[in-house]
Nanobody, 113 residues
């Protein structure tokens, strides 16, 4: 069992930056691999980035070089630093605990042109 709470979304202009946070609580075994997904209007939820407890990371092609996923294991928190944002990044962003299929409530990110 895991509870996830995202924060940090909002409105930003194209070219700007934003950092999302995901605070996790619950079974530590659930937190081995953490990920950020996003769902744009009319589209399916899609993986953005993932990070293992050891630090290895994965990024989907469209965000490589612009987004950085990180984690603070002592705080059970995962971050997503988003730079050079563009309107195509507009979506609800969700935190996901891969091992336990846990989802946060999502946080809206809107990038204006």
């Amino acid at each position: 069992q895991v509870q996830l709470a995202e924060s940090g979304g909002g409105l930003v202009q194209a070219g700007g930056s934003m950092r999302l946070s995901c605070a996790a609580a619950g079974d530590a075994d659930c937190l081995s691999t953490m990920a950020w997904y996003r769902q744009a209007p009319g589209k399916e939820r899609a993986l953005v980035a993932a990070i293992h407890s050891g630090g290895s990371t994965y990024y989907t092609h469209s965000v490589t070089g612009r987004f950085t996923i990180s984690r603070d294991n002592a705080k059970s928190t995962v971050y997503l630093q988003m730079n050079s944002l563009n309107p195509e990044d507009t979506a609800v962003y969700y935190c996901h605990a891969e091992a336990c299929a846990g989802w946060g409530q999502g946080t809206q990110v809107t990038v204006s042109s």
